[in-house]
């Protein structure tokens, strides 16, 4: 991962150092404190929250599609009653959302419980 960094200078005339990688992720850090702040894009993605369609959720989750629509079925022996529940987008579109499936990775990472069945 390619991770930069830059000086800026805040409103409340701190410096800031501005590490941004490549998959478009800031985090602002004060250089007296090196405290993370909240940046402006992650305080605009708790207002709009952003969807990620079936191709993207199979790379994030490194699941295949057949995988992923059995861990959502109920009457399937992969059924996960944890896995993030899809939305319809149209008549034919579903996505997810995206603050889902990453606090599913986490819960998934944190417990171990990739591979396992709640039944």
Same mark, same amino acid.
């Given at each position: 991962? %390619?991770?930069?960094?830059?000086?800026?200078?805040?409103?409340?005339? !701190?410096?800031?150092? %501005?590490?941004?990688? #490549?998959?478009?992720?800031? !985090?602002?850090?004060?250089?007296?404190?090196?405290?993370? #702040?909240? *940046?402006?894009?992650?305080?605009?993605?708790? %207002? $709009?929250?952003?969807? &990620?369609?079936?191709?993207?959720?199979?790379?994030? %989750?490194?699941?295949?599609? *057949?995988? &992923?629509?059995?861990? &959502?079925?109920?009457?399937?022996?992969?059924?996960?009653?944890?896995?993030?529940?899809?939305?319809?987008?149209?008549?034919?579109?579903?996505?997810?959302? #995206?603050?889902?499936?990453?606090?599913?990775? $986490?819960?998934?990472?944190?417990?171990?419980?990739?591979?396992?069945?709640?039944?």
């Amino acid at each position: 991962m %390619v991770v930069s960094w830059n000086s800026v200078l805040s409103p409340g005339n !701190f410096l800031l150092g %501005v590490k941004s990688s #490549e998959c478009g992720q800031r !985090f602002f850090y004060r250089w007296d404190s090196l405290q993370p #702040e909240v *940046s402006t894009m992650q305080q605009a993605s708790a %207002v $709009h929250p952003s969807v &990620i369609r079936l191709k993207q959720l199979s790379v994030r %989750v490194g699941l295949s599609r *057949s995988t &992923i629509y059995d861990r &959502i079925n109920p009457r399937s022996s992969r059924y996960d009653a944890t896995f993030p529940k899809p939305f319809k987008l149209g008549s034919f579109a579903v996505g997810w959302l #995206e603050e889902d499936v990453n606090a599913w990775l $986490h819960r998934c990472a944190s417990s171990s419980c990739v591979g396992a069945n709640p039944n």
